[in-house]
């Protein structure tokens, strides 16, 4: 009895979760005449025309592959730089070990208004506006101390013994974190990966200040229809189903193993 | 786990702490110095020392924002947080449902933040949108591009959609953290489902979900994309978060002085609150340990 009314439960509050985006689903199968004219809990005459004008209009497409091309970018960045940092955390204690983790946590915690004019001044002191390196880049602000974060739980659960054990059988320190260590926490790397792409997926203010044209993002796109004249709502429906879609592929990846990578973070 | 005392650590900590410095530390100093200056053009600016941070720390617009961003960052938290838990304490623990349940939790934790505005403006229109026209069919007129309570609603229930889901996923970690054994000492004792929760689930929850508090205040504190989709801060100003207003200013207004001390301003709120949650973590954390 318990347990049925407890699946009920959570019955409920996934039919509440998906109804939003089952109706933008909707929407997406149906063409703009259709959607204004008629009320309709499931498209009547389903189209695929949306999803067709996205694949081959470059200005919509190419907006996806910016977005997947700065991500991954992003991901690599935030890692290779937090896998040692995150060693040093869990194994050492050095001069000021604390302050700075303190200063790395208060960057996921700044306000991106506040550093979106600098950013774009920086940024194009150095002749990077409109590069995809520039939006992975400014991304790192809020990824990489949550890379740093992440990883640190996943290593200190790691006993120390291995290490001493690797250094006693005459491994060299890339030698040990490279083929010994790394593949230990192979698990942490994936949590930690799928956490930077989620939040530089859908990081939109920065991504849009810092490109124009050439890598400009696909929810930036997505604005732009909606400032126009006259919005159609099929397609802007159908292009945000399909920025839903490589979030959903990641996921699924790493399925059992999302919630271990914040249980075992530290504080 | 004792750590070995070594200040060559700091070798390994030098590309992060690179990578974040270019990013937060020379814009962070660029925003210093606009917020001392008068600026009318690139080449004629005027010192005009804490000029702006008096004028902003006395705008009336800036004091109604903060109110409005403290109630909906409070709003947030009281909704979020015993939601989260609950829907945490229903969700399987092991199996196929239990990786079904996590994928379909944290399905809109991936869809980028303008979109989610698209999705509640599509959703609440009250002519082509599911819960819009279905308000409005009940007899109630509702229509968030014209009542402000009905976009204080809107605004709320996007944000709950939202963010309840990483709420769900932290207390969901925390529950999973509890070894068998405790579970089996509470029925041996008899304990009610309530006392379980009470004794054991919460206290062993307490690390997530301080993490879960600071990381909502601070992600609702600093809203910005949804709203701004959603109603552009309107009707009126009934929606103009802190973030909103700080925009407002700096590029529709192209006030750059006031813009980067109302930004300093913000920045150091949100920098005295991450203090006090970190106080507060580190206490926890050394609690649970003994």
């Not at chain 1, 189209?47 to 992003?74: A, E, P």
């Not at chain 2, 804490?50 to 009281?78: C, G, M, N």
Request: aromatic fraction near 16%; glycine fraction near 6%; include cysteine.
């Amino acid at each position: 009895m318990k347990f049925q009314k407890r699946t009920i439960g959570l019955i409920i509050y996934f039919i509440l979760l998906l109804l939003p985006i089952y109706w933008m689903l909707n929407m997406s199968l149906r063409t703009n005449a259709d959607i204004l004219s008629v009320f309709s809990f499931y498209p009547q005459e389903p189209t695929i025309d949306n999803y067709l004008k996205i694949f081959t209009d470059k200005s919509w497409y190419s907006g996806y592959l910016n977005s997947i091309y700065y991500v991954s970018m992003n991901v690599v960045i935030s890692l290779l730089t937090a896998l040692p940092a995150a060693y040093a955390f869990s194994r050492y204690s050095f001069l000021g070990d604390k302050h700075l983790f303190f200063w790395l946590l208060t960057n996921r915690m700044a306000p991106p208004a506040v550093f979106l004019l600098p950013f774009f001044q920086l940024y194009s002191t150095f002749g990077l506006i409109d590069t995809h390196f520039a939006v992975a880049l400014s991304h790192c602000l809020f990824n990489v101390p949550l890379a740093v974060w992440i990883l640190e739980g996943f290593m200190s659960g790691i006993p120390r013994e291995i290490d001493e054990m690797a250094y006693i059988d005459g491994y060299s320190f890339p030698r040990f974190f490279l083929t010994i260590f790394t593949p230990l926490i192979r698990t942490g790397i994936g949590v930690t990966a799928f956490f930077c792409f989620m939040f530089s997926w859908v990081e939109l203010l920065l991504a849009r200040t810092l490109t124009t044209t050439a890598a400009k993002p696909i929810a930036a796109t997505m604005t732009r229809t909606v400032s126009a004249s006259g919005l159609d709502w099929g397609l802007l429906a159908a292009a945000g189903i399909l920025t839903i879609v490589p979030g959903a592929l990641v996921i699924y990846f790493v399925r059992n193993h999302l919630a271990k990578g914040f249980a075992l973070g530290r504080v | 786990m004792k750590k070995w005392q070594d200040n060559k650590a700091w070798f390994m900590v030098i590309p992060v702490f690179l990578v974040v410095a270019v990013s937060a530390i020379l814009p962070l100093m660029t925003v210093v110095n606009y917020s001392l200056q008068d600026i009318f053009g690139p080449d004629q600016r005027v010192f005009v020392g804490i000029e702006w941070y008096q004028e902003a720390l006395t705008d009336p617009r800036l004091h109604a924002a903060l109110k409005r961003q403290l109630l909906f960052s409070s709003l947030v938290l009281l909704i979020e947080i015993p939601l989260g838990i609950l829907i945490a304490l229903m969700m399987p623990k092991r199996g196929w449902a239990a990786s079904l349940s996590l994928v379909l939790v944290a399905l809109p934790l991936l869809i980028p933040w303008n979109v989610i505005g698209t999705i509640w403006i599509i959703f609440m229109r009250p002519d082509i949108g599911l819960l819009g026209a279905a308000i409005n069919g009940l007899g109630i007129p509702f229509d968030h591009t014209a009542a402000p309570f009905d976009a204080w609603v809107t605004v709320l229930m996007m944000e709950v959609w939202h963010w309840t889901p990483l709420v769900v996923l932290l207390a969901y970690a925390g529950l999973q953290a509890i070894p068998e054994a405790y579970f089996q000492a509470a029925r041996i004792d008899g304990a009610s489902t309530w006392a379980t929760f009470r004794y054991i689930q919460l206290p062993k929850m307490r690390g997530v979900l301080t993490i879960a508090v600071l990381l909502r205040f601070m992600d609702s504190f600093l809203i910005y994309a949804e709203p701004f989709v959603l109603t552009g801060g309107g009707p009126g100003n009934s929606t103009t978060f802190l973030s909103i207003y700080l925009v407002k200013l700096a590029v529709g207004q192209f006030d750059l002085g006031p813009a980067a001390a109302f930004s300093m301003i913000y920045f150091l709120i949100a920098l005295l609150f991450c203090w006090l949650f970190y106080q507060a973590l580190l206490k926890v954390g050394t609690g649970d340990k003994s």
